[in-house]
Structures are given as C-alpha cells and as structure tokens.
C-alpha cells in the first residue's frame, strides 16, 4: 500500500490513488459509508448551543464535463456543470443532455464524458482527544489536514488501507 506522506508547513498529508474512483455512485458510497460507520471514532461535540455529529460533510463537489460534436465528428464547444450532491449530479447530466437550445446554440450533439468528471468532499471530524481535522477525499486522492495527533494520521491511513479503492 502507498504510504501517506505528510507535506510541510500545516500537519497534512495525502496519499493519490493509484487508480481513479470509477464513477459518482463509487465515490458517494465511500464518502457515505465514512460519515456513517465513523471507522476513526469521532465523537460528537457541542459548539454554540449547536450538537453537531462526529463526521460532518462541509464540503461536496460533483463535476459533469460535456463535449459537443458537430457532424464532422470534430469538436465544437465543452461544458461542464457543478453540483453539491449526487442527486443534482445525476439528474443535472440529464438535464444537460435534454436541453435542446443550448445543442443547437452549439451545433452539435452532445456527449456526457464521464472519464473527464470530478468529485470530492470534505468532512470535518472531531476526535475523541478534541481536536479537529479534516478528511478529503477526491476522484484520485486521499487527504486528512489539520491534525497536530499523529496517531490521527494513521488512522485515517489504516481507514483508506481498508478501502480498495482508496489504495
């Protein structure tokens, strides 16, 4: 398994993924399965009369990108579209591909190129020695920041160990 190495300056470090998640759904179920089981154990807190809970999504990003094709075959305009959930995501494509006055403003057909999308999220945890670090994950990496615990490192390294897509 890749080993975290950990960046100077602030305490971070990042693993990049040997392979990219496959797809959206893939990406959801990690970040979800994370959130919900808590593998790293950490506890809920208070915060201005606020009960927040141990893993809290701050941050999720889902990037569709799209190309237009003219008769020819050859490329005549890009787009891509921005949407904070899988939901959006997912009827968002839909979307893109049935609106018929932005093809033909383009003048081509439109493809949806799922290799070229992008996901990420970021969840803020609090750990069970108080302190707070972030975990993010994206389509080809692996990050956990703002730790000064390195025994919080390597939880997070033995959670992605864990995960084969996260390898």
Request: glycine fraction near 8%; charged fraction near 25%.
């Given at each position: 398994?890749?080993?975290?190495?950990?960046?100077?300056?602030?305490?971070?470090?990042?693993?990049?993924?040997?392979?990219l998640?496959?797809?959206?759904e893939?990406?959801?179920?990690i970040?979800?399965?994370?959130?919900?089981?808590?593998?790293?154990?950490?506890?809920?807190?208070m915060?201005?009369?606020?009960?927040?809970?141990?893993?809290?999504?701050?941050?999720?990003?889902?990037?569709?990108?799209?190309?237009?094709t003219?008769?020819?075959?050859?490329?005549?305009?890009?787009g891509?579209?921005?949407y904070?959930?899988?939901?959006?995501?997912?009827?968002?494509?839909?979307?893109?591909?049935?609106?018929?006055?932005?093809?033909?403003?383009?003048?081509?057909?439109?493809?949806?190129?799922?290799?070229?999308?992008r996901?990420?999220?970021?969840?803020?945890?609090?750990?069970?020695?108080?302190?707070?670090f972030?975990?993010?994950?994206?389509?080809?990496?692996?990050?956990?920041?703002?730790?000064t615990?390195?025994s919080?490192?390597?939880?997070?390294?033995?959670?992605a160990?864990?995960?084969?897509?996260?390898?």
């Amino acid at each position: 398994m890749p080993q975290f190495r950990q960046k100077s300056g602030t305490k971070s470090a990042g693993r990049l993924l040997k392979s990219l998640i496959p797809d959206a759904e893939s990406f959801d179920a990690i970040v979800q399965s994370l959130r919900l089981k808590n593998p790293l154990g950490c506890t809920s807190y208070m915060r201005g009369r606020k009960n927040h809970p141990p893993l809290e999504i701050v941050r999720e990003m889902y990037t569709a990108k799209f190309v237009y094709t003219g008769e020819d075959k050859k490329q005549v305009g890009a787009g891509s579209e921005v949407y904070d959930s899988l939901e959006g995501y997912q009827t968002g494509i839909a979307a893109m591909i049935s609106n018929l006055a932005n093809i033909v403003s383009h003048r081509g057909k439109i493809r949806h190129t799922h290799a070229a999308d992008r996901f990420s999220a970021t969840l803020k945890c609090h750990a069970g020695n108080g302190e707070m670090f972030f975990v993010s994950l994206s389509r080809k990496q692996v990050s956990v920041t703002s730790f000064t615990d390195d025994s919080i490192r390597k939880q997070v390294e033995a959670w992605a160990d864990s995960v084969p897509a996260l390898a």
